[in-house]
């Protein structure tokens, strides 16, 4: 099994993680902007990133990649069958994927990403992004994290590890994340990152991000 994309990217951090969560060998690729094999060309039309390869069934997305993934390998899964369990996992994803990525986005590929890629970055954004938006992100989920707990039915599953993807780039990036202010933050997001499947990802990952970040 074959996941295209650049391994920084929260997306592709997603479904490595998570595939290592459910003992699933992957090869990872290297693709995106308009980068890549054949198997990502054709399996990811709008260039996006992750795209998987699976012998002849090409998947992109990393939400439908991971669908695919938990359904594979039955038995402990990372997205709850009980239904507000699964609910608030689903949200917990959307929550990452659409409300806290944009965020980072800013921040992140200000910061590191565009001087990479030879553009010029906007860094009144991310200042601007850091200041007023990451804030609230925080404020947010620490309020409705467990004491010294996971996000959905006290373990890891798809809501920490779909939440904790786009703050880890801001980490790369920021020193916003005040444990005085948001502890319970502060203390999951590192369980988050000590987790075996996350902690070998941003190991093989620590390369780019050292050539994106240095001064």
Same mark, same amino acid.
């Given at each position: ?57 090409? +998947? ?80 947010? +989920?620490?309020?409705? +994290? ?26 790369? /990036? ?17 369980? /988050? ?23």
């Amino acid at each position: 099994m074959i996941i295209h994309g650049s391994r920084p990217s929260p997306f592709v951090r997603k479904v490595i993680a998570f595939a290592a969560e459910k003992g699933i060998e992957v090869e990872v690729q290297a693709a995106g902007f308009g980068r890549g094999g054949e198997g990502y060309l054709n399996g990811s039309p709008f260039g996006k990133i992750p795209a998987l390869e699976d012998g002849d069934f090409l +998947l992109c997305d990393s939400t439908a990649i991971i669908t695919y993934m938990d359904a594979l390998r039955p038995g402990t899964e990372m997205i709850p069958a009980e239904p507000k369990a699964r609910a608030r996992t689903i949200w917990y994803e959307e929550f990452g994927d659409t409300v806290a990525q944009p965020v980072g986005a800013k921040i992140f590929f200000n910061r590191a990403v565009a001087r990479r890629l030879k553009r010029e970055p906007d860094l009144a954004a991310a200042d601007k992004a850091e200041a007023e938006e990451l804030p609230g992100l925080y404020d947010y +989920l620490e309020g409705v +994290l467990p004491e010294g707990g996971w996000l959905v039915e006290d373990r890891f599953t798809l809501a920490d590890l779909a939440a904790g993807c786009p703050l880890i780039n801001i980490g790369y /990036v920021s020193d916003a994340l005040d444990a005085a202010r948001w502890p319970k933050v502060a203390g999951w997001l590192e369980r /988050v990152k000590a987790r075996p499947s996350v902690a070998a990802a941003m190991d093989l990952e620590a390369p780019m991000i050292a050539a994106m970040v240095e001064k």
